[in-house]
């Protein structure tokens, strides 16, 4: 699925249109996504100001003048469309419109007035409607960790976090109560950054390494912010671009190929933790 900076690039591109808009003529085609969608959620919309466009993880959280907060999250192929344009290029073709396009509105703000569209053609992305005094309560977000662009994320935090620890570092990271929003590519390129191996007990890392870590976590994602994004085969940005992050990946999807650190000879390899697919370099990432 889309990882945090897939998700920002959205929101950074759907606020220009979004934020103070009126929503109108709000329609959907189905009565459910991953899940179904919320009791009279069109009636609920129509008429709402968009206070702003946030991101909590990988959610886009969307505060409403109705007092209500409208939650989206992409799923593996959700996307928004603006004017019914294909936001991006992708390597392999999703269907954004049709009997794919799941969500309609009309977003009019300073007298302009923008068709906003959202398809999932596996739907496996979702909508709510939560009171805003209670997002912050909910579940979904009641138990996630700092923002790695926060400054509640820190060395300090992960040394307190890891103290103890005998799990790895990677599935350590990928534990949203540790860290909100880090997601199996960016975890494995700060790895790699940080010349950190995966392999190694989170508990067993030094300060300094910790502290390192942290900095190549929040330079790894902002850097994929800048880019646009990694551009995987189901991600588009909102504004129509294409990001260009994947092909400067070090280590994420590159297993077989030659290290990129200077002076190394290493390959980079390929392993499971977690469920999940690691990649780093053995010669580089010492434990």
């Keep these: 699925m889309p990882e945090l900076p897939e998700v920002e690039t959205v929101r950074r591109g759907l606020t220009p249109v979004l934020q103070g808009a009126r929503l109108s003529r709000v329609g959907i085609n189905r009565p459910d996504l991953r899940f179904p969608f919320p009791e009279r959620f069109v009636e609920r919309l129509e008429g709402a100001t968009v206070q702003r466009i946030d991101r909590r993880a990988k959610y886009l959280l969307m505060p409403l003048s109705t007092g209500e907060t ?20 992708f390597e392999e073709p999703a269907p954004i419109a049709g009997k794919h396009e799941h969500f309609t509105a009309c977003a009019v703000r300073d007298g302009a007035a923008t068709r906003i569209g959202y398809a999932d053609a596996r739907r496996f992305g979702f909508m709510r409607l939560i009171p ?36 790895n570092i990677k599935v350590s990271l990928l534990d949203q ?7 199996n590519i960016y975890v494995c390129e700060a790895l790699y950054r940080a010349r950190i191996s995966p392999l190694v007990a989170a508990g067993s890392v030094s300060k300094a390494r910790l502290e390192r870590l942290a900095t190549q976590v929040r330079d790894v994602l902002n850097d994929a912010i800048a880019a646009g994004g990694s551009t995987l085969r189901d991600f588009a940005n909102a504004e129509g671009g294409q ?27 390929r392993i499971v933790q977690g469920g999940r697919s690691t990649f780093y370099c053995p010669s580089c990432q010492k434990r």
């Excluded at 005094?133 to 138990?143: I, L, R, Y």
């Design 177 to 183: 109560r540790i860290v909100a929003g880090l997601g």
């Design 132 to 167: 805003t005094d209670q997002v912050e309560t909910h579940p979904w977000f009641a138990g996630l960790g700092p923002e790695p662009l926060s400054a509640g994320f820190s060395g300090a935090h992960l040394i307190q976090a890891f103290a103890g620890k005998t799990q």
């Design 243 to 269: 990001g260009y992050f994947q092909h400067r990946f070090d280590v994420y999807g590159r297993d077989g190929q030659p290290c990129r650190g200077q002076g190394c000879a290493g390959v980079v390899a």
């Design 70 to 89: 409208w939650i989206a999250h992409l799923g593996m192929t959700g996307r928004f469309t603006l004017d019914g344009a294909q936001l991006g290029e």
